[in-house]
């Protein structure tokens, strides 16, 4: 029996090519038709939410690997039986060094410094910076452990992490629970939201969370948009109390006269944090081993879902 699978990319169709795997290209966001009848979709997350749920009209699915981390927009559109897996272990690195980036932009005033560029004006700024600074670091997982392993070696002068539940690591780093963090707010210069998006973390950061944070903290969210409050950030950016630098961002894509995208202090990509080459290659191996393995009759790893 041929194995088809469906793949968004040429370069995973070629690594596909492989006895008793059939790859057959069809990109869920861009594709004007439905997917033709396959046991395997390998999938990245569709720019365009009404795009999701044309995973639940494929003919004969079985099985979904997801060239990402994030699972939770699929869940609904799952075939019943249908096993899920993410790509985890190809993506933290290169989301952890853009989490970098926005701390370290954001703090150093380089929008600033481009905007006096192009003005062709020679003006020294004093900044913040990350050495010195205390991190309040919302996610432990694969992510939030490597945005933390990166921070700390810019000399902060503490990363306080928060996770779903409280507990001591093998190391004796303490990790708070999430009912701690309005506690712990007070205490951060920096926040970075590395959560998933779930029915709790959802809206977490809202009115009540930003009113805790101290004047001139800056934001940072590279977990799901869906987890801060745009209309509270909003109305924090605007009163210049806080910054925000936001990868992430609620409604997404951010529509073009959304007011978002002129709030002051707020420095925005469109959802990049894992876009590298490195990363490209890192989950085409990982997609390509995933789909080797299910056509030997191997137990798929990084199984999210069982299909049950």
């Known amino acids: 029996m041929t194995l088809r699978v469906l793949v968004p990319w040429q370069r995973l169709v070629d690594g596909m090519r492989l006895p008793g795997i059939e790859p ?28 999701r749920a044309r995973v639940a009209r494929i003919k004969g699915l079985k099985h979904v690997h997801l060239l990402s981390i994030g699972y939770e927009w699929v869940l609904e559109h799952l075939p019943q039986g ?14 952890a060094e853009h989490c ?11 929008p600033k410094a481009l905007e006096q560029q192009r003005q062709r004006r020679w003006e020294r700024t004093w900044t913040s910076s990350l050495h010195g600074s205390t991190v309040l670091l919302l996610g432990a997982g694969g992510v939030g452990s490597a945005i933390s392993a990166r921070l ?31 506690e712990l707010l007070p205490q951060a210069d920096v926040v ?42 909003l109305e924090e950016l605007n009163s210049g109390r806080i910054r925000a ?9 951010l529509p073009s006269d959304h007011p978002l995208w002129v709030a002051p202090n707020c420095l925005i990509t469109p959802h990049m944090a894992g876009d590298t080459a490195e990363f490209l290659n890192l989950v085409s191996e990982l997609a390509i081993e995933q789909v080797r393995g299910i056509v030997a009759g191997k137990k798929p790893f990084n199984v999210v879902s069982a299909g049950n």
Do not use: Y
């Open 192 to 233: 970075v939201v590395a959560l998933p998006h779930t029915a709790r973390t959802e809206n977490l950061v809202d009115t009540q969370f930003l009113s805790h944070m101290r004047d001139g903290c800056l934001l940072v969210n590279v977990g799901r948009g869906a987890i801060v409050d745009t209309d509270a950030l």
């Open 24 to 51: 057959i290209l069809w990109h869920i966001n861009d594709d004007p038709h439905d997917a033709p009848e396959a046991e395997v979709l390998v999938t990245e997350r569709p720019a365009n939410p009404d795009q």
């Open 152 to 182: 700390h070696a810019f000399k902060p002068a503490r990363v306080i992490t928060v996770a779903s539940t409280a507990r001591t690591l093998p190391d004796s780093r303490v990790i708070h629970g999430i009912d701690e963090v309005i």
């Open 100 to 110: 970098l980036a926005l701390i370290l932009a954001s703090l150093r005033e380089l």
């Open 82 to 95: 249908t096993t899920l897996t993410n790509s985890r272990g190809a993506v933290e690195d290169a989301t």
């Open 245 to 253: 630098a936001l990868d992430v961002t609620n409604p997404e894509p």
